[in-house]
């Protein structure tokens, strides 16, 4: 057990790093709360802010003196990983260095390339065929790389976020226009998809966190999540959401969106995505498991409401689940 009990998180404004902020929080540590803009609203007592861009690694691994533990939570916009994504990641490390603290990273699918396979585990290899599978191999690399500066680092993969602030797949696309009687999904729904509902990954991080010193020096392990196919996954919906007659199911336009990303980059990056809702794919907990025991695991049609609620749909919520992991 981590008898020190004191946290950093980058990017604590965001989807994962908000959800790590609470849970962190809520759990007992003291965490120092790394954003380049201040919150919105007061932080709770446990948490501080370390109002300091990641352009400044000495300042802030300064300000957040006796973290033994260190959450990479930043993400660059999505055009702009070429450009940010390394530099994040050498900033991240210097302040690990600095710190003596392990380093977590937030995985994704995305090492595995287009042709991933359906299941997922550590030993799964990497397949730089993509421009982001390329980025995030390179991120890893630099993470084992640093092992010979002394860095301790672990890296915690999990599908798409759901559950915690907006901007994903889920509030973008799924139920954008729900309130118009229609769900969007972006791939045939009868393929299994990666989800990570982010109360239950946050909940992953802490008891990683609380377990890091018992770990290898590099290592990696996968968060099972909620594999579900569109199908599965839209008909939650709808049970949270108990329309008088079903919803309008519609499929994302990919050729359209392909076609506009030809002028318009942001598209053309969502489309090189594409296959990951056409290749179905789920993500294997058992060498997590080992080290957590059982993972954190909220029950889908819970989690589905919970999220539309927090979005601000009129879901079926019990009001304690809404609270529980309200971070964002
Ligand atoms: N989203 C998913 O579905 C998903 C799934 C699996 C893994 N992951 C991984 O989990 C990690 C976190 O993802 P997320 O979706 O939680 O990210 P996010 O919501 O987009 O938040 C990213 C945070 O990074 C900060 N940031 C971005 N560029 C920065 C820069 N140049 N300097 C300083 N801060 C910067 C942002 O600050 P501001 O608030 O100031 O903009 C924001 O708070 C990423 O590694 C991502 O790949 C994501």
Redesign the pocket.
Known sequence: MNTHRSVLIL???????AALVHTFATTGWTVHAQ???PLDTPPDANVRPVLI??TEPARIAAAATGARVIVH?????YTRWEQ?AML?MQQAIEIALRLNARLIF???VYEFGADLPEVLNERTPFAANTSKARIRIALDQALQDARSRGLRSLVLR????FGS?R??WFDLAIVKDLARGTLLYPGPTDRAHAW?YLPDLARAFERMADRESALPDFARYHFAGHTLTGQMLLDSIETAMKPERPYRRKQLPWGLIGAVGRIYRPWAALHEMAYLWQRPHRLDGQALRDVIGIEPHTPVDQAIGDTLHRLGFAGSVPADTARAGGAA
């Open positions: 990017g604590s404004r965001g989807r994962l790093g954003m380049r803009r861009p990641m939570a930043l993400n660059p916009a940010e994040l937030a995985g994704n999990a599908g798409d976020f602030g901007g994903s990570a």
